[in-house]
């Protein structure tokens, strides 16, 4: 079973819609988690880190169920310039900091007009 | 302010031959980690530097080996190359991590290497 899995997509939706997408983690100690964004050949950027208590920044909103291991990511009103690759990540900092992050093989988002 | 710079951009080498990749982290972050994405892969964790000190490593091969300067600056570097070690190798800084911490990592543009 891999560390962290998305459905890779890819999701094609009109402009103006809101699209969700969903990620699986199976290390239960687990303690940071984040979405970055890719776009095609170019290093991820941080979009959000993911709270406990669920966080939003602007048309973007993430959730995180620590019982279920999910989190997701929720875009509102979709724009032409959302189209990317999205990364579920995720940090397991135990007993001893390991400093890697484990990244998901990522989700396609295509945004048409 | 500046975000995390590679260099170079672009690597082509021969099998066999080694590579040397650099980084520099966003000022004031003492932590530096080198990540490796083959062609329709995942990123993969390779190295961790925190204070000048290997902290970290991932799945990989001893050929692959670097180190921080006391500047905090990095470099990889791969010897004996293989094809398969054509990939885009990203660097990420962050500032020193404890326990616990959310370790937000930030990623300069790549090096894309290619072996021939």
């Known amino acids: 079973r891999k560390e962290v899995e998305q459905d890779p997509g890819p999701f094609n939706v009109p402009e103006g819609a809101t699209v969700a997408f969903n990620c699986t983690y199976s290390?239960?100690?687990?303690?940071?988690f984040f979405w970055y964004r890719q776009d095609c050949r170019k290093e991820p950027k941080l979009l959000m880190s993911?709270?406990?208590s669920g966080n939003e920044d602007g048309r973007f909103t993430a959730q995180l169920n620590r019982a279920s291991q999910y989190i997701s990511l929720l875009i509102r009103d979709s724009k032409l310039s959302d189209s990317a690759t999205y990364l579920c990540v995720v940090n397991w900092s135990g007993s001893s900091n390991t400093g890697k992050l484990i990244f998901g093989q990522g989700t396609t988002l295509q945004v048409k007009p | 302010e500046a975000g995390v710079t590679q260099s170079p951009t672009h690597l082509i080498k021969t099998r066999g031959q080694q590579a040397t990749l650099r980084c520099s982290p966003i000022?004031?972050?003492?932590?530096v980690y080198w990540y490796q994405q083959a062609l329709g892969l995942g990123l993969q964790f390779l190295l961790w530097y925190d204070e000048g000190e290997e902290r970290n490593r991932g799945n990989f091969p001893p050929r692959f080996s670097g180190r921080q300067f006391p500047n905090y600056s990095s470099e990889l570097n791969v010897n004996a190359l293989e094809l398969e070690d054509s990939a885009l190798y990203l660097c990420?800084?962050?500032?020193?991590?404890?326990?616990?911490?959310?370790?937000?990592?930030?990623f300069g543009p790549g090096t894309r290497l290619t072996v021939l």
């Open positions: 290390n239960s100690a687990s303690q940071s």
């Open positions: 993911v709270y406990s």
């Open positions: 990420a800084s962050s500032l020193n991590v404890g326990t616990g911490t959310r370790n937000e990592q930030f």
């Open positions: 000022s004031g972050h003492t932590s």
